[in-house]
């Protein structure tokens, strides 16, 4: 009796996945690359070597943050950072737009230093947004930290303590991290 039972359910298991619901979806439309930057889209993923942008038509832009350039070949998914919304991702697309036209745009936002130094604040915010290669910089206007996604990124969100007000800290990036710097907790 045992081995019929196991028979049968062994039947109805292979019976169901051969079925046509499994062929339709396996048979599902899979996403398709694209250089179009004119959206509209729908999500915007970030990831420590790129940003990936999508649309309602199952189209998406991958933007190389090493490579600076909008590309369909080996799209590089680690581990995903952020997921953002249609309303960030319009925003992401708008600031990735304008480094490829050259007409790169900056967003420059000041915050408290909660008296904590520029060191630990850059290294806390750096944190908070997964931003995990951190470095300085000495300029003739004082010291830099910035952080980035990975080492081999060509952008980076920026640190300052600011000229005018010590318990100030200037924090500058590339228009299309604007939703990351939205993620910092005061």
Known sequence: MKPINTLVVFSIFIFSACS??????????????????NGPFLTAELYPENII?????????????????????????QKRLFKFSA???????????????????MIIRNYSSDDIGLSAFAENKCKQVNFTFIFGLETENGPMIGCQTSRNTKSAIMFRQSDQNKDEITVAALSFYGPVLDQFNN
């Open 20 to 37: 046509p619901m499994s062929m339709i979806n396996s048979n599902s439309q899979k996403l398709t690359c694209s250089s179009d930057i």
């Open 53 to 77: 942008l999508k649309t309602k038509t199952e189209q998406i832009l991958n933007y190389n943050t090493i490579e600076q350039s909008i590309s369909c070949e080996n799209i590089k998914t």
């Open 87 to 105: 309303k960030e991702a319009e925003v992401i697309a708008k600031g990735i737009k304008d480094a490829q036209t050259q007409q790169t745009k």
